[in-house]
């Protein structure tokens, strides 16, 4: 992995490398943060794959295994979301459970990435007060 990333890096360097600005910084700061930031979206990436829900039947099913925590708040967390419309929930389930980036469930859904954004304050705030009247 470490070396498909460097291969990466490489590329991206050799193909932006009219965007490099002396005023802006060193040379090497400049390289270091492409490979960085490559570095970061890979793992990210494979995180994604790994767990990715190839469906969303039973979504809330899956949040957490039955005995490994507070069944109370597991129950809770569950009837909260269940009130979120299901485009809301399963956007929330997928960010905050499965790694999903505003860019890939914009991607997923077909919407702008600052509607998602919006939708994913929106629901993590109806969420919030859900669980405090709980």
Request: charged letters at 30%.
């Amino acid at each position: 992995m470490a070396e498909e990333v460097l291969q990466e890096t490489f590329v991206k360097i050799w193909q932006n490398a009219e965007r490099f600005s002396p005023e802006a910084g060193q040379p090497m700061a400049w390289l270091s943060a492409i490979a960085r930031n490559r570095a970061i979206d890979r793992i990210r990436s494979e995180k994604v794959e790994r767990s990715r829900l190839s469906d969303d039947e039973g979504l809330l099913e899956r949040l957490a295994a039955p005995g490994t925590g507070d069944v109370v708040l597991q129950e809770s967390l569950r009837a909260c979301l269940s009130q979120l419309d299901e485009e809301a929930r399963n956007c929330v389930v997928l960010a905050y459970c499965s790694g999903f980036s505003r860019e890939e469930l914009a991607e997923k859904y077909g919407r702008p990435v600052g509607t998602i954004k919006t939708l994913l304050h929106r629901s993590v705030r109806l969420l919030k007060a859900c669980l405090e009247r709980a």
